[in-house]
Each structure stands twice: as C-alpha cells, then as structure tokens.
Nanobody, 124 residues
Framework: QVQLVESGGGLVQAGGSLRLSCAAS????????MAWFRQAPGKERYFVAT????????FYADSVKGRFTISKDNVKNTVYLEMNSLKPEDTAVYYC?????????????????WGQGTQVTVSS
C-alpha cells in the first residue's frame, strides 16, 4: 500500500516562499509520475505540477510556471514543490499524488494514491 505524507504548508505573505514535501512509501518508485494538485474552497482539484520518477520530465500549470519548481530525491522517495512569489490566489489545500503511468500529466483519474493534503494560505 502506497502512502504519501505531505508537509511544509503554512501561512505566508504575498511574495513569500514555501517548500512542500511529499514522502512516499510502500513500493519501489522507479517509474510512474508524481504530482502536486491543489484545491481552493468551492473549486475543483486542479493539477499544479508533475514529475516522472525516471527521466525527470516536468509539467506545470500555466498559473505557476516560472514561480513553482517540482523536484524529487530518488533516494529518499520524496517529491518537493518549491513555491516562490506566492499570490493570494495560490491559497489552497495542496495534495501529493502518485501514478503508475509514465507521463500521467495533470489527469487526476490516472493517479492511484493521494496524500491527506497540506494547507497553504497566502495573505495579501
């Protein structure tokens, strides 16, 4: 059973930075895709960024390009989301997700496992 545990959320002022972490366990992560999604109150869950375990292919939502960076540590089985120049509209619960599909991109239905989420709040 795959487990995903997020950490690093919190309250930050606009223009600030946060780094989210997602520790993955339960299987060998040598292939597939990891992703960060977010869900704001009253809105649907939407992808933020994805990265493949092999090849390090990344994919970003237009709204975060140039501000967010997804990366991973294959030894620690951990995925990170570095968020800079944060805006109030980035406020949401951020979820880590795992897919066995290579290049699952931002398609929620292709992700098998989800973390519990971590709250990110950006004040203006």
């Amino acid at each position: 059973q795959v487990q995903l545990v997020e950490s690093g959320g919190g309250l930050v002022q606009a223009g600030g930075s946060l780094r989210l972490s997602c520790a993955a366990s339960g299987r060998t992560f040598s292939s597939g895709t990891m992703a960060w999604f977010r869900q704001a109150p009253g809105k649907e869950r939407y992808f933020v960024a994805t990265i493949t375990w092999s090849g390090d292919t990344t994919f970003y939502a237009d709204s975060v390009k140039g501000r967010f960076t997804i990366s991973k540590d294959n030894v620690k089985n951990t995925v990170y989301l570095e968020m800079n120049s944060l805006k109030p509209e980035d406020t949401a619960v951020y979820y880590c997700a795992s897919s066995r599909v290579n290049n699952a991109w931002g398609i929620p239905g292709l992700y098998d496992y989800w973390g519990q989420g971590t709250q990110v709040t950006v004040s203006s």
